[in-house]
């Protein structure tokens, strides 16, 4: 079945530093999707991509669809303690409005204060 | 509070025990999903309901039973589970766009205990 790389697999940083964290695929997509998981909590959406090419921030989150359709990327800026979660990347399948989803096997952010 | 809504949030159970979980929704979604969570490992899709009918079984045991009576609740009857089925069981729910999809909205998430 596909599969996502998403690496790394986790990352320990002081706070105030920049993190960048990328997925790819032999498969191409129509739509990334990065999702945080804080401990004990479901996965929360922080940004959506849909095109080819497209750069998109969210505050200090910033994501790329890249050309290929096959990878994104997601770098986060001065971390702060509260950035500590699992990061994981999502790739919608082009099948026809199915809203199916592949996801990455997460990157573990530790942030030191 | 995302909009899907899970309960309990903790649970712990006997390997004889008959348990259900429960995912509600109000978004006025028309898919929704459980998927297992388990510590090193990645989410693992597990079921799917589009409006209201299984599209997808993931080879899941028969000792994990979904029932979905509407749009907006969907269960996980649980029985004669085994201790490696304790993990963070995670509902979500989503709205099918054609060529823009809006990603999945997930619950907190049940966290299951099996002795």
């Known amino acids: 079945g596909q599969q996502l790389n998403q690496s790394p697999q986790s990352m320990f940083i002081q706070e105030g530093e920049d993190v960048s964290m990328n997925c790819t695929s032999s498969?191409?997509?129509?739509?990334w999707l990065w999702y945080k998981q804080d401990p004990g909590e479901g996965p929360v959406l922080l940004i959506a991509?849909?095109?080819?090419?497209e750069l998109t921030s969210n505050g200090r989150l910033t994501a790329q669809f890249g050309i290929t359709r096959k990878d994104s990327f997601l770098n986060i800026s001065a971390s702060i303690p509260s950035d500590v979660g699992i990061y994981f990347c999502?790739?919608?399948?082009?099948?026809?409005?199915?809203?199916?989803?592949?996801f990455g096997k997460g990157m573990k952010l530790t942030v030191n204060p | 509070e995302t909009g899907v809504t899970q309960t309990p949030r903790h649970l712990v159970m006997g390997m004889t025990n008959k348990k259900s979980l429960k995912c509600e929704q109000h978004?006025?979604?028309?898919?929704m999903y459980w998927y297992k969570q388990s510590a090193k490992k990645p989410l693992e899709l597990m079921f799917v309901?589009?409006?209201?009918?299984?599209?997808e079984n993931n080879s899941v045991p028969s000792r994990f039973s979904p029932e979905c009576p509407n749009s907006s609740h969907l269960f996980l009857h649980l029985h004669t589970l085994q201790p490696e089925d304790s993990a963070l069981y995670l509902c979500?729910?989503?709205?099918?766009?054609?060529?823009?999809?809006?990603?999945?909205?997930f619950g907190s998430g049940t966290r299951l205990t099996v002795v």
């Open positions: 979500a729910s989503s709205l099918p766009q054609r060529g823009r999809g809006g990603g999945y909205t």
């Open positions: 498969s191409i997509f129509n739509t």
């Open positions: 991509l849909y095109k080819a090419g």
């Open positions: 999502a790739g919608q399948l082009p099948q026809g409005g199915s809203e199916k989803l592949v």
């Open positions: 978004l006025g979604h028309n898919a």
């Open positions: 309901y589009n409006f209201k009918e299984q599209t």
